[in-house]
Structure formats: structure tokens, C-alpha cells
């Protein structure tokens, strides 16, 4: 008996060891890849490519321009493309699809989604091994087109698609944010345009704009609509404003830290502003580009890859031309708490590569994924709008430096707003941060622009915006996005309920359990033989 007690003690030992192991490693080892070692070109593949664009045609034939000239190169490689206008539409099929095994072969993308995607098991190839590789890597030896090497990738952006232990993603293009600002009505309004804007500066001059005369026109305009200060993405407001602050949001390993007392404060601060009607939203009011055309916005905040909208004479513009409204405008970074030491947020879309049984189809969609780094794709599409490429190899190029050179000469492919947006971002890469990346990091991201959001609703529906307001918007976006099963949350200090147990240390607890339950069964069994003896030995 004792012997056969060693033995399932051992067993258990076993089990609990090999399952730590796979618990610790299971995630990066399920979705390893291993780089064959030739590309057979005696088959043809078709691959998926799921890309973005804002409209914009020219953005759209880069794309099919650049997938004629990669057929070229690779002609047994068929590239399919599929286009979204949606971010959030892109993610959601992505995430349905990997139920079903059919996910595109090469995304554009997000790390905070691929953290999403990689609950998928053996979903996206983790690139580290193929971006070194000495024949298909980052200027491989057997790469048919002079794409850039991996130390030509600018660092910081290679490092924002690293998470986990691994590199899920390649940067495709890279921008931030960037405030649009109406010169001339900051100038109407007595004040001078500073060289750093503040936060104090923007609010001043918005509270000042509400002013109206006794027909309920705005002062400024001579308009029955003004909205002095106008965001786009009030979950980089937030966010941004907290990382200016030194304040927290979240920690690498996925603690939810972002409902302290610096987040009640900046809430009520911009309640006060709100009461004023000196700030709104774009998921309330709209696009701030359209405000801004007309003469109703006088900060408005967007990316920097939407600076072809901004301005009097932006080559794409959604309003009537009779509602123009002529004013000079300058291009500036972000408000900031501390000017001297700014902070803005770096984004921008990725590529990730879905891993598939054939390997040589994930080789033939990572070929093409290098192929979007190339020079003339990079800077092809960094010129349609205000992004920047994402290699020094094409930043640094005769015909990159050509296009930067010759800002304002048109309102078209030079326009002045569009190149001012591109070198804000190269001048302050440095200035530049990105959030942890982890499992329900996109919807941390959404839970903090609705904090914004919400606030904003409740002052222009009369609500008071107080302690117990925000207490009550605290407890509902823990709910709405379930921040609570989180690993690490929490509210107000106080760990949250972490959710179930991942399936291996279900199996690992079920395992032990199993182990020990038939260890004290042998025991008893072994205990009733002893009785048993010993009865019949008093019997006898």
C-alpha cells in the first residue's frame, strides 16, 4: 500500500508540474510558428487582406496598387482585399470569425486588439522568429523587393506591437493627436496664441467664446451655433490627461487603476466647462472638422491623420461650400498640464499575420505584410492624410524629404495643414506614449472616454455631476465593460472578482483533486482489509 501511495504521489507531482508548465507557456507556445524552409512556388495561394480606409479613394487604390505590384513579384500569390470605413466593425468580424476558423490571412489592426484575438487559440502568429530569419526575415536573403530591415523600423513603433513576451504585429503607418485651432478667433477674442497650448489656455479662451448677444448670436461668429472646444476621442482625452498628470490608468499586467481621485477631479473640471456650452464631443455633436470649417470650433482635437479635413482650404470637406468660413489655421500639439515636458499619445494601425495548418500560407501572408513596409507604399499612403511612415528607411528618403520640403505649394498633395500635421508627430516621437496592451485593454480604453462622455450627457440633461454621480458612473462602467473580470481590477482600492479560472488551472485543480480523492479511497480500503484481518484474527 505504501508503495502504491509513492507512486500516486508522484503522479500528482507530475500532473502539477507539467500543467505550471503549460499554464505559463500555453499561450506563446500554442500560437509558435516555425519558418519553413523554402517557399514552394510549384503551389498558388490565395490570402485575405483586411484593410481600413477613411473613404478616401486614394488610400483605396494604394491598396489595389499595391497588391498588382506584389502579384507581380510573387505571382502564385492571390491577394484578396476586403475593406472596412470601421475600426470597430473590423474588430468585431475578426472576433467572430476566430470562432469559426476563418479569419483573414493579414489584418490592419491594434495591439489592444490582437490581446483580444489571442484569447483565440493558435490565432495570431507571433512574428519574432520570422522577422529573423536569414532567408524571409526584415531584408531576408530571399525577399524580392528592397524592403527595410528591422533596425530601419523606428523603434518606438516596433516596440507598441510587442506585448506578452512577443512582437504580434508590424507598424503600418503611425500618427497622434494634434489640436486644429482658429487663429483668428482666439485673436478676435483679445488673447495671443501661446507656443505650447495648456489646458488652462484652451478652457480660458472656450469659456470666453460663449459669450452671446441679445439675439442669442455668439459674439465671435455671429452665429446661433458655437462650440469653442470640440474632441473627437474622449478616450484619448482621458487618457492622455491622466498620463500628463502622473496620475494611473492601468498596469502592464492588467490592473484596472483608472477610477481614483485625479480621474473625479478632471470629471468635474470638465463638467464646470460643460454647464458653460464651452465643450462637447464628437459622439455628441460630431465631426469637429465640420465645426471647425464653419466658424463654430475654435480648438478642434483629432488625429493627426485626419488633417486633410481641417481648414478653410482642406482638400476634403463635408459641408456646403457657403457655410465656409475663411480663418488661418494652426496646427499644435494637445493641450498639456505641463508644457515643458509634453506627453501625447502614439497610434495608428498595425498588421498582425493569422496563423493557418498550412505554413506556407502564413509565409506567403507574412511576404506580404513586409511588402506594406516598403518605400513606396509607406510613403504613398503616409501622403494621403497626416501620418508619418514607419521606417527610417522611408523618413529618411530623397522622396520623402522632397514632399515634407514643399508644404503650402497646393491645397491638394502639399497641403499646408496636412504637412504640419506629419512633422508635429516627427518632431515629438520622443514626446510619444502608448497604454499597456493586455486582455480587455480595448475596453478599458472604452470605459474612459465614456467617463467622458457620460459627464458631458448628464450636465446638458440638467443632472448634477457630484460624488455621487461619479460614484454611481464608476460602478457602471465596471459593469457595462466588465471591467471586473479583469485580472487585477480594481474600484477604490478593493480587488475585483477576477472572473472564472483559466481552463488549465481548472484541469490542474481537477487533476490534483482526482489524485488525492483516489489516494484517501486506497487508505480506506486499505483500512477495512486491517479490520477485517484483525476480526477474523479475534474470531480465530
Known amino acids: 500500500m505504501k508503495k502504491m501511495q509513492r507512486k500516486l504521489a508522484l503522479l500528482s507531482l507530475l500532473i502539477f508540474t507539467a500543467l505550471c508548465l503549460c499554464g505559463c507557456h500555453g499561450a506563446k507556445e500554442q500560437n509558435a510558428f516555425l519558418v519553413p524552409d523554402e517557399f514552394d512556388e510549384s503551389k498558388t495561394y490565395e490570402i485575405t487582406f483586411w484593410a481600413k480606409n477613411d473613404t478616401n479613394m486614394t488610400q483605396v487604390n494604394i491598396y489595389k496598387d499595391t497588391i498588382a505590384e506584389f502579384e507581380k513579384l510573387y505571382p502564385n500569390i492571390k491577394v484578396n482585399l476586403r475593406l472596412y470605413t470601421d475600426y ?20 490592419i489592426t491594434y495591439p489592444d486588439h490582437i490581446a483580444t484575438y489571442l484569447t483565440g487559440q493558435n490565432s495570431v502568429v507571433p512574428l519574432d522568429g520570422l522577422m529573423a530569419d536569414a532567408e524571409f526575415g526584415l531584408g531576408g536573403s530571399e525577399i524580392r523587393f528592397d524592403g527595410p530591415r528591422q533596425e530601419e523600423i523606428i523603434p518606438q513603433f516596433l ?12 507598424p503600418y503607418m503611425r500618427s497622434t493627436e494634434a489640436c486644429y485651432v482658429n487663429k483668428t478667433y482666439v485673436e478676435k477674442l483679445g488673447f495671443t496664441l501661446p507656443e505650447k497650448l495648456t489646458w488652462d489656455f484652451v478652457w480660458q479662451v472656450s469659456d470666453a467664446a460663449t459669450q452671446k448677444d441679445e439675439e442669442g448670436n455668439y459674439l465671435v461668429n455671429n452665429q446661433k451655433v458655437m462650440i469653442p472646444f470640440l474632441y473627437k476621442s474622449t478616450d484619448n482625452m482621458m487618457i492622455q490627461m491622466l498620463r500628463q498628470l502622473n496620475a494611473d490608468y492601468s498596469s502592464p499586467n492588467g490592473d484596472i487603476l483608472i477610477f481614483n481621485d485625479t480621474t473625479r477631479e478632471l470629471l468635474f473640471g470638465i463638467a464646470e466647462h460643460v454647464k458653460l456650452g464651452a465643450f462637447s464631443t464628437f459622439k455628441i455633436s460630431s465631426y ?5 470649417n464653419a466658424g463654430q470650433c475654435i480648438f478642434a482635437v483629432d488625429s493627426t491623420a485626419g488633417a486633410t479635413w481641417m481648414g478653410s482650404d482642406a482638400p476634403l470637406i463635408d459641408i456646403p461650400e ?4 475663411n480663418f488661418e489655421t494652426v496646427v499644435m500639439p494637445i493641450p498639456q498640464f505641463d508644457p515643458d515636458h509634453p506627453q501625447m499619445i502614439s497610434q495608428g494601425p498595425s498588421v498582425c499575420v493569422f496563423n493557418k495548418e498550412d505554413p506556407q500560407v502564413v509565409l506567403a501572408s507574412w511576404l506580404f505584410t513586409q511588402f506594406l513596409l ?10 494621403t492624410e ?7 528607411k522611408a523618413q529618411q528618403s530623397a522622396e520623402y524629404q522632397d514632399y515634407l520640403s514643399r508644404e503650402g505649394e497646393d491645397n491638394q498633395h502639399y497641403y499646408a495643414v496636412k504637412l504640419q500635421a506629419a512633422k508635429l508627430l516627427l518632431n515629438n516621437v ?3 506614449f502608448v497604454t499597456p496592451v493586455f486582455n480587455g485593454s480595448a475596453s478599458l480604453r472604452d470605459a474612459a472616454g465614456q467617463l467622458i462622455e457620460e459627464v458631458t450627457k448628464g450636465i446638458r440633461r440638467k443632472k448634477t455631476v457630484d460624488d455621487a454621480f461619479v460614484d454611481k458612473l464608476y460602478g457602471d462602467m465596471v459593469s457595462r465593460y466588465h471591467l471586473d473580470l479583469e485580472a487585477g481590477s480594481a474600484l477604490d482600492g478593493k480587488k ?8 488549465t488551472s481548472v484541469i490542474l485543480l481537477g487533476g490534483l483533486g482526482a489524485a488525492w480523492l483516489l489516494l484517501l479511497i486506497l487508505a480506506a480500503a486499505n483500512e477495512i482489509k486491517k479490520r477485517k484481518i484483525a476480526n477474523s484474527s479475534h474470531k480465530d
Open 322 to 325: 457657403e457655410q465656409l468660413v
Open 288 to 292: 469637429p472638422a465640420n465645426f471647425l
Open 159 to 170: 516596440a507598441e506591437c510587442a506585448f506578452d513576451g512577443a512582437t504580434y504585429a508590424l
Open 496 to 503: 475585483q472578482d477576477l472572473g472564472p479560472l483559466p481552463q
Open 88 to 107: 470597430g466593425r473590423l474588430y468585431s468580424d475578426v472576433i467572430t470569425n476566430i470562432a469559426t476558423n476563418t479569419t483573414p490571412n493579414v489584418c
Open 386 to 392: 497626416g501620418y508619418v511612415p514607419v521606417t527610417s
Open 374 to 383: 516598403t518605400n513606396r507604399v509607406q510613403i504613398d499612403y503616409s501622403c
Open 430 to 432: 520622443d514626446h510619444t
